[in-house]
């Protein structure tokens, strides 16, 4: 018998029918609880700051408040108690995903996405690990952090924070900032899954950071991933 809590999750989507789809097939995981719904951007912060799900799947087009919007109130730096938001939405757009991560979103998928996958996509977030469409390439990351890039021949506080890693968490700093997954980053350091997934929690702990998205924007807006001379400045 499983003991672990099931996803807690809210559905906002302005489309009754599409709604209803998402609910069906999120309901029909045993491992996730839909516990709320909205249909408009206000209410979908409503009902997620009061309910406080783990996951708040949420739509971009969503009359009232859209859903960006809707984002930044509840993943955003200003929120006072920052929630996991997946953003679905039909549209592959560059900017939309700008805005998301921007707004703190912790990952993006597209609504064309199999059932599963959007199923494996609330799971993914829950675990705090960051999520794009396959069809929306890692090099977006990138370039969203480019605009972000401060001065390189300034002093950066958040530069100075990553001293605070231990050598091995910073190269697991850098790996899941090439966007390696907790296996891929076990292969290549030749440890168990489960070693990198310690050292990825302590790794966003000693940062503040709530997730992989953070920390691969992180590491854009500190310039430590700037290309394959990656390395540690002490």
């Known amino acids: 018998m499983n003991d672990t809590p099931a996803i807690r999750v809210v559905v906002c989507e302005d489309q009754a029918v599409v709604r209803a789809g998402f609910v069906t097939i999120l309901s029909a995981q045993a491992d996730i609880d839909v516990v709320g719904e909205a249909a408009d951007g206000r209410s979908a912060v409503a009902v997620a700051q009061r309910l406080e799900p783990d996951v708040v799947v949420m739509d971009v087009r969503m009359p009232l408040l859209d859903g960006i919007e809707a984002t ?69 990351v990138g370039r969203f952090a480019e605009r972000v890039r401060p001065d390189p021949g300034a002093r950066s506080p958040e530069r ?27 292969a290549r350091l030749v440890v168990s899954p489960e070693t990198v997934k310690t050292y990825v929690s302590r790794m966003l702990t000693k940062l503040d950071l709530r997730d992989r998205v953070q920390a691969v ?6 310039g430590v991933l700037d290309g394959p001379g990656d390395r540690r400045t002490e």
């Open 160 to 186: 100075e924070r990553l001293g605070a890693l231990t050598t091995r968490e910073y190269e697991v700093f850098l790996l899941v900032g090439q966007g390696l997954s907790n296996a891929e980053i076990a």
């Open 217 to 222: 924007i992180l590491g854009y807006r500190t």
């Open 72 to 140: 930044r109130r509840l993943a955003g730096p200003g929120a006072r108690a920052p929630l996991t938001v997946l953003v679905v939405t039909t549209f592959n757009v560059d900017e939309y995903v700008y805005e998301a991560l921007r707004a703190g979103a912790s990952g993006f998928l597209l609504k064309d996405a199999r059932p599963s996958e959007l199923a494996d996509a609330v799971r993914h977030v829950a675990r705090g690990e960051a999520l794009l469409a396959p069809s929306v390439t890692r090099s977006l």
